[in-house]
Nanobody, 123 residues
């Protein structure tokens, strides 16, 4: 059974940095494209970043240039480095796994979800 376990969320100030980590298995990293979605209070889940099995990387426009997704096969983790955080980045962040073709995907394409880790950015 595929499991995705997020960690690293917390309360930070605007302009700070934070790194989220998603622990899974090496098999999962081989079989799935990995990504991050987020859901702010009162809003729908939205795509944040994705790294395909081939290494192709995609970001949503709001985080492009500030967030970096990476994959550590030795540790079987997928990380999201978040810099220059803004209050609008406040959300629960979910690690995801999918097998969908293409770059930026919708939440309907996600096959496996983690339970999420909350990030709060104060102004």
């Amino acid at each position: 059974q595929v499991q995705l376990v997020e960690s690293g969320g917390g309360l930070v100030q605007a302009g700070d940095s934070l790194t989220l980590s998603c622990a899974t298995s090496r098999r999962t990293l081989i079989d799935y494209h990995m990504g991050w979605f987020r859901q702010a209070p009162g809003k729908e889940r939205e795509f944040v970043a994705r790294i395909r099995r081939s290494g192709g990387i995609f970001y949503s426009d709001p985080v492009l240039g500030r967030f970096t997704i990476s994959r550590d096969t030795a540790k079987s983790t997928v990380n999201l480095q978040m810099n220059s955080l803004k209050p609008d980045d406040t959300a629960v962040y979910y690690c995801t796994a999918d097998v969908t073709a293409g770059g930026i995907i919708s939440s309907n394409n996600v096959r496996i979800w983690g339970k999420g880790t909350p990030v709060t950015v104060s102004s």
